[in-house]
């Protein structure tokens, strides 16, 4: 207990330590912290749609008809007819076999990367990639190899570098 509350300190003491903040109000991209009108670039509301009056009466009628919640996993107790109309009609949009969508971007990079990448597999990534492309890659349990943010020439230098190409599928391994 005492080392948690040293690190609590030390993180303090160099200004590292970090709160949630109470949001009392939200409008137009518009958030208000302790009394504070602030300009919301965190959100991930892009097109201040979770305000707009379609939106809002289209989610109250979806929760009357369906309830709040799936309540598992789609694969193990089936999802509703309304989420796979979307799926088929944005495949449909994109002219696509097929979509799938995540209700967040943190369970899509998860979902993407730990499908896509394998043990077998060398992810080369940004330093200043989000913390979710790191979760999918490691859950994927891929080789990782990260280069310094935007540093084209370290990363055509770790795409190229000291790796033995695989015989049977061509792809460079360690």
Not at 97 to 111: R, T, V
Request: charged content about 25%.
């Amino acid at each position: 207990m005492l080392k948690i509350k040293e690190k609590l300190n030390n993180y303090r003491e160099k200004c590292l330590l970090r709160t949630r903040q109470v949001i009392t109000r939200r409008h137009q991209g518009e958030i208000e912290i302790a009394g504070k009108t602030c300009v919301n670039f965190a959100s991930n509301d892009y097109l201040g749609l979770a305000e707009h009056p379609r939106v809002k009466q289209a989610a109250s009628l979806g929760i009357s008809h369906y309830g709040f919640g799936s309540g598992s996993s789609p694969l193990v107790s089936g999802f509703y007819q309304p989420q796979q109309d979307l799926e088929k009609n944005w495949a449909e949009f994109l002219n696509r076999e097929a979509a799938l969508f995540f209700n967040s971007g943190y369970l899509a990079n998860l979902g993407v990367l730990s499908t896509l990448a394998s043990r077998d597999s060398l992810v080369i990534s940004d330093k200043h990639c989000h913390a979710s492309l790191l979760d999918g890659i490691q859950l994927s349990r891929a080789k990782h190899d990260r280069y310094p943010h935007q540093n084209l020439a370290k990363l055509e230098k770790n795409a190229g570098g000291d790796h033995e190409i695989c015989p049977s599928c061509d792809r460079k391994r360690f």
